[in-house]
């Protein structure tokens, strides 16, 4: 049974730093190309970072990339989202994503909530 688990979440304050993780189970992690998404409040769901399996890393949203970064330790099967600097603006659900697009599979974590207090 695949599982991907989100970790990492939580209320902070403005200015803090976090790390969010997501540990996956029963795929081979490092076929997959690992993605983190967030969905503010009331929002739709927007495309954060990708890592591929090579290491090639990419920021999606130019306002984020001093801020955020994206790594992956396929030894412990997990990938981290890195955020400093938080704002308000940055609460939502943060989710992430597991594709081998080899093969066609794609799986989903349920999401950690990050809230933001000012």
């Known amino acids: 049974q695949v599982q991907l688990v989100e970790s990492g979440g939580g209320l902070v304050q403005a200015g803090e730093s976090l790390t969010l993780s997501c540990t996956a189970s029963?795929?081979?992690?490092?076929?997959?190309?690992m993605s983190w998404y967030r969905r503010p409040p009331a929002q739709g769901r927007e495309l954060v970072a990708a890592?591929?399996?090579?290491?090639?890393?990419?920021i999606y949203t130019g306002s984020l990339k001093d801020r955020f970064s994206i790594s992956r330790d396929n030894a412990k099967n997990t990938a981290y989202l890195h955020i400093t600097s938080l704002k308000p603006e940055d609460t939502g659900v943060y989710s992430c994503?597991?594709?081998?697009?080899?093969?066609?599979?794609?799986?989903w974590g349920k999401g950690t909530l990050v809230t933001v207090s000012s």
């Open positions: 994503n597991a594709q081998d697009f080899k093969r066609g599979s794609e799986y």
């Open positions: 890592i591929t399996t090579t290491n090639v890393s990419t």
């Open positions: 029963g795929i081979t992690f490092s076929s997959f190309t």
